[in-house]
Nanobody, 113 residues
């Protein structure tokens, strides 16, 4: 079965950085477009960034200039490098495989002011 396992979340001060990883198994990772979503308490889940199988990327306005999504097809892993973090980035971050609509379990990111 398909599994997406996120890691790399944690507590960081405002202005700091984190790198999230999502390791995929049970699917042909290289042909799947991938995405990161996040859900903050009391808010709807929102799309943060996407990356196509060829490496084309798109970002939410809130992520542009601060976050970078990337992928390593040899490692079946997608990453989200988050810099200049703000308290409003606090959320559970989820990895998503677009084709097949698979989700990871989420990893908590907390940014303190």
């Amino acid at each position: 079965q398909v599994q997406l396992v996120e890691s790399g979340g944690g507590l960081v001060q405002a202005g700091g950085s984190l790198r999230l990883s999502c390791a995929a198994s049970g699917m042909i990772f290289s042909i799947n477009a991938m995405a990161w979503f996040r859900k903050a308490p009391g808010k709807q889940r929102e799309l943060v960034a996407t990356i196509s199988r060829s490496g084309n990327t798109n970002y939410a306005d809130s992520a542009k200039g601060r976050f970078t999504i990337s992928r390593d097809n040899d490692k079946n892993t997608v990453y989200l490098q988050m810099n200049s973090l703000k308290p409003e980035d606090t959320a559970v971050y989820y990895c998503h495989a677009i084709y097949g609509a698979y989700w990871g379990q989420g990893t908590q990111v907390t940014v303190s002011s």
